[in-house]
């Protein structure tokens, strides 16, 4: 399979690839930008598709341009830092490209006729960077025993080393480099993924823009003392609101334990989405981007309507949509998991005066077979997965007047929705959101309705 051959590429594909055709066949190349003629070789060849990369570029397209960090790869070919796929491309194209993805996933993966279907264009940023409110970062020491802290390079497991980041919230730029300082230090020991020894794992930090709180997340192989907060507080953090230690000794890729202990301040920090202030534990899920979460939350509000009488959010973690929809509802009945994330929803319902909620600590699948019928409205906000088969078998049976699903997966989207339609509902309109600018990923908020609703 050696030897350079010219391949067009004609779309993005799901997975973040560009997508090219020779002799018939599909052949996907990372950083590869439509419209561009490149110089590929051979990474692997199989019957239905093969995978290529690019040796250079013959003709750039209109759609490609400089990539801003510095470490996401000197050209198309390069290795670079694996945390962004799409930096090459102008940003206007990346959210055509995810519109067409989210389209050609409902088509392939859901058999619908898309033609039918209202995919409304991707919300994007004004201004895409700088936005990510969570980062999480693994450590290592390289053989001259540097200290290494960043994401993973393309398709391995090699840090690439980083001192910034120009998709995360500026304060995080200016605060790492202070951490990174102070780990780097010869008596800090740093987790060896082949031994399995040695202490700290990941740095991870939330925190917001918007009320300036900062909280510290240190993942260790096994438990430390108070002690250790000393040095990281007296580096003088701005906004800093708690260290949170996460216990994980598993030989695992999970970057979390089930145990986290406040080591100083307090385990969580607070974010602000329009007037409400939502308190966001160590291990809470939160959407990484709140200025897009913000656009979400007002396209839902905006799309339903303003008396409604029962409603279900589902996979509700700290209550975003909850406390919201609590203002137009009788009752609100929100379905979590996470003991902490439901405990978090508590704390932010009181937060804001709001009443009319009921919080159930389970699984949705077995929660929502017990809640009554004459629902109004359910929200569904499942994790990459999507949702299990009898949780949607469970809407069918008894279908609210309303249904909104927010996916951050168009493939298992595609997957839900087919079942649902095919059950008792409707499509209304697909709104997709960029809450992940120079990557594949995308939200997508679908509006659904009982078929025999009015």
């Known amino acids: ?55 250079r570029v013959i003709e750039p397209s209109s759609y490609r341009e400089a990539p801003r960090c510095p470490i996401f790869g000197p050209s198309v070919s390069g290795s670079g830092c694996g945390g962004c796929q799409w930096q090459m491309m102008k940003y206007p194209y990346q959210l055509e490209a995810k519109r067409d993805i989210l389209i050609e996933s409902l088509g392939r993966i859901g058999r619908f006729k898309t ?3 209202n995919v409304e264009p991707c919300r994007g940023m004004d201004e895409p960077w700088h936005f990510r409110n969570k980062v999480q970062y693994p450590l290592a020491r390289d053989a001259n025993g540097q200290l290494r802290l960043g994401y993973y390079e393309r398709g391995s497991h090699r840090i690439e080393d980083m001192d ?23 008596r800090y ?35 430390v003392g108070a002690e250790f907060a000393v040095p990281l507080v007296n580096l003088g953090l701005g906004g800093l609101k708690g260290i949170v230690v996460n216990v994980n000794p598993a030989k695992t890729n999970v970057i979390y334990g089930s145990q986290s202990t406040a080591i100083w301040g307090k385990p969580f920090y607070h974010e602000k ?32 309507p303003k008396r409604l009488s029962t409603v ?18 009788k009752k609100v009945v929100a379905i979590e998991e996470n003991p902490g994330s439901r405990d978090d929803a508590i704390v932010n319902a009181k937060l804001n005066g709001i009443k009319g909620i009921d919080w159930i600590c389970a699984k949705t699948e077995k929660a929502i077979k017990h809640i009554g019928s004459q629902l109004d409205l359910v929200v569904l906000d ?39 339609v095919d059950g008792a509902f409707e499509v209304v309109r697909v709104a997709p959101f960029d809450l ?3 990557t594949y990923h995308l939200e997508t908020v679908v509006y659904l309705k009982h078929r025999r609703s009015t």
């Not at 930008?33 to 060849?45: F, N, R, S």
């Not at 910034?164 to 010869?186: R, T």
């Not at 279900?312 to 509802?329: E, P």
Request: include cysteine; aromatic fraction near 8%.
């Open 1 to 55: 399979m050696s030897g350079e051959f010219s391949l067009d590429i004609k779309k993005m594909a799901y997975g973040g690839d560009g997508l090219g055709f020779h002799e018939r066949l599909a052949v996907f190349v990372p950083m590869a930008v439509p419209g561009d003629k490149i110089g590929a070789q051979w990474l692997l060849k199989k019957q239905d598709h093969a995978r290529a990369t690019a040796l």
């Open 115 to 117: 033609s039918k279907i």
């Open 312 to 329: 279900v959010d589902a996979f509700s973690g700290v209550g975003l949509f909850a406390l919201f929809l609590a203002q137009r509802s």
């Open 164 to 186: 910034s980041c120009p998709v995360q919230l500026e304060m995080f730029d200016q605060i790492l480099p202070k951490i990174k300082g102070l780990l780097s230090g010869s």
């Open 382 to 420: 499942p994790p990459r997965q999507g949702v299990a088969p009898s949780a949607l078998g469970a809407l069918i049976g008894r279908p609210p007047k309303q249904l909104i699903y927010v996916s951050c997966d168009p493939v298992t989207l595609a997957r839900d929705l087919r079942i649902l």
């Open 189 to 223: 020991s740093i987790y060896d993924e082949k031994t399995c020894q040695g202490l700290w794992r990941h740095v991870c930090l939330r925190g917001s823009a918007r009320t300036g709180e900062l909280l510290i997340v240190l993942v260790a192989r096994e438990n």
């Open 273 to 304: 989405i329009l007037d409400r202030t939502f308190r966001i534990s160590a291990a809470s899920f939160f959407q990484t981007n709140t200025v897009q979460a913000e656009q979400m939350v007002e396209d839902i509000l905006t799309s339903v």
């Open 436 to 438: 992940f600018p120079h």
